[in-house]
């Protein structure tokens, strides 16, 4: 025979109604009919109402179930997004430590291009000289050329020298070199016999700085010229000019001595 397995609310009933059946003759007649079936229903009402409560019993942990997995599925998603987050803070990180430093290199260059360019134009820039005794403002590149110009008369290369500060004069014709590259200019013509070029050099360094430092030698400069081309008259009186102008100067006490030996 097979076996029937029943819940227990229908084991309960069925105790009931066995009891109810195996009671003695004697004691059944003590109940009543409409007793017997009110006690049947209010035990099939238990039952039903066990039946029940188990069914919202199980539902209830249907609907746990339910909500804790999709409280898991949320918990995952959660943590799904959280690694995104994460990702990407560490992408922007990167991308900002590069950003800071570009920055910092894109500084650092500018930074040697306004130095160069301030080091560009402090080769422009105006610069304070001192020279037989005049202080004037001139540009790097005057005095670059000047300097170059007189060490090449200083070499003893007199034509080279000659070249070089004529076209210094013809190039800074404003130049606070001026009277300075005129006089060496005759010089270097003076050592090359050019003795009329040269006094025409020397004589227009006396007519623009009469008071320059070196207008006295200019001077004697000039008689020396007209001694050399047996001008000895012209060069008489440009002594004695040189000596009443410039009475306390060296090239006097020479233009004394030079106008004794004329006599």
């Not at 039952?47 to 539902?59: P, T």
């Not at 610069?127 to 000047?146: H, I, M, N, R, S």
Request: net charge positive; aromatic share 6%; proline share 4%.
């Amino acid at each position: 025979m097979r076996t029937i397995s029943l819940s227990y609310p229908l084991k309960a009933l069925a105790a009931v109604m066995l009891s109810v059946t195996l009671l003695p003759t004697g004691h059944a007649a003590i109940f009543e009919d409409g007793e017997a079936r009110r006690a049947i229903l209010e035990m099939r009402q238990r039952v039903d109402g066990m039946q029940l409560s188990q069914q919202r019993s199980a539902e209830e942990v249907r609907r746990l179930s339910e909500e804790n997995a999709q409280l898991r599925r949320s918990l995952l998603d959660l943590q799904g997004q959280i690694d995104t987050l994460r990702a990407e803070q560490s992408t922007l990180r990167g991308q900002n430590e590069q950003l800071l430093r570009d920055a910092a290199d894109l500084q650092r260059r500018q930074k040697d291009i306004a130095q160069g360019v301030d080091e560009r134009l402090r080769q422009f820039e105006p610069v304070k000289v001192t020279l037989d005794g005049q202080e004037f403002q001139a540009d790097p590149a005057e005095k670059k050329d000047f300097e170059a110009a007189l060490a090449v008369f200083r070499s003893g290369k007199f034509p080279e020298a000659g070249a070089a500060f004529a076209a210094f004069v013809r190039q800074y014709p404003r130049s606070g070199f001026v009277p300075s590259a005129r006089f060496w200019l005759g010089n270097a013509q003076y050592a090359t016999r050019d003795y009329k070029e040269a006094i025409g050099n020397f004589k227009l360094m006396l007519s623009d700085a009469p008071a320059h430092a070196r207008a006295p030698e200019a001077a004697l400069s000039i008689a020396n010229c007209q001694i050399e081309l047996k001008d000895t008259r012209t060069a008489r009186k440009t002594l004695e000019d040189l000596v009443r102008a410039y009475p306390q100067s060296e090239a006097a006490v020479a233009a004394k001595e030079r106008l004794s030996r004329l006599k």
